[in-house]
């Protein structure tokens, strides 16, 4: 009996000592029903059961409200694009007189394919059609979507002047008041839940539909001069792309997984480790890791890679980062 006693004893005691040597860390992401938020849950899940740390998801409104955090190491990663990230880590644009020094990159979760949206009954056929219309504006609590909708616009020709501007916290909110009739067009990602539930409540207008970008060589160039780093590609209708009824052409931009100089440098290859390896259970769990490319996670950027990723991308041979 002492003996019983003393191997259960011991185990609680094991068990109670693991729990409390447990790293947990936190995942940033944008509010629920966006593609961060699902992103992020299925990170914090591989990180989780792959990786050996407790994660969880913490959804914020938006990564002009995190970075900071992350930044001053009060929170251990948070999804970041590709502009927003550069804009935070130097001090410009949106973060202007903010800089941010201490992000790092862990690297690039998922291309983020964006566009402009409308009631299928709309009239409009392309983003010239947009003009005068009702659209989000303002975005004060995510405000790197102001250049991500602009540069959208900025493909036929537009910008938010050209527009009757309804100012929203975030994106979501955007998206949201579509459904609700206070817009006339709203920018929706690809596939998030918030874009599932509009082109549901837009069922009486035949649904969700996403405006067609113009791909010539000159609205590329009007759209990378908004945002550099952002491509063009074609969707086809698939089940999850609500609003995509035909081959429809919109702006791609690379979204990073982001921490910094305070994480460690073993959490972060853990971390990093785990995500590389098992696409399959990311893709599982978010429609939006299908685009995830283990082989592209090391995208060059002005933002530095945190040592704990460059640790592994050596041992992969996946260094140096490369330019897109």
Request: aromatic fraction near 8%.
């Amino acid at each position: 009996m002492t003996t019983f006693r003393s191997v259960i004893g011991a185990t609680i005691l094991s068990f109670a000592t693991t729990m409390a040597n447990a790293q947990v860390v936190g995942i940033a992401t944008n509010p629920q029903g966006s593609l961060y938020y699902s992103v992020g849950t299925a990170v914090a899940g591989v990180v989780q059961q792959k990786g050996g740390l407790t994660a969880r998801v913490q959804p914020m409104s938006g990564s002009s409200a995190y970075a900071p955090l992350l930044n001053r190491g009060e929170i251990e990663f948070g999804l970041m694009n590709a502009m927003d990230v550069v804009n935070a880590y130097t001090g410009v644009a949106n973060f202007k007189d903010r800089k941010n020094p201490d992000l790092r990159l862990l690297g690039v979760m998922f291309a983020l394919p964006i566009g402009i949206a409308v009631p299928n009954d709309s009239p409009v056929k392309s983003i010239k059609d947009l003009k005068g219309l009702r659209m989000p504006s303002q975005f004060t609590a995510q405000s790197t979507i102001v250049a991500v909708q602009d540069a959208v616009l900025a493909t036929g020709g537009l910008s938010i002047a050209d527009m009757k501007p309804f100012p929203v916290a975030n994106y979501v909110k955007g998206m949201q008041s579509l459904g609700e009739g206070k817009v006339d067009a709203a920018l929706f990602g690809l596939g998030t839940g918030a874009s599932q539930e509009v082109n549901v409540a837009l069922a009486s207008r035949g649904g969700l539909r996403f405006v067609p970008l113009t791909t010539t060589p000159e609205a590329l160039a009007a759209m990378r001069k908004v945002f550099s780093s952002a491509y063009f590609k074609v969707f086809d209708p698939a089940p999850g792309l609500a609003g995509i009824i035909g081959p429809t052409a919109e702006m791609v931009y690379s979204a990073f997984l982001v921490t910094s100089t305070h994480t460690s440098e073993d959490v972060v290859y853990k971390a990093t480790k785990a995500i590389h390896g098992n696409k399959p259970t990311l893709e599982a769990a978010s429609p939006s890791m299908k685009s995830f490319d283990p082989n592209t996670m090391n995208e060059a950027s002005v933002v530095p890679v945190h040592p704990g990723s460059e640790r592994f991308y050596k041992e992969a041979g996946e260094w140096p980062p490369k330019k897109r």
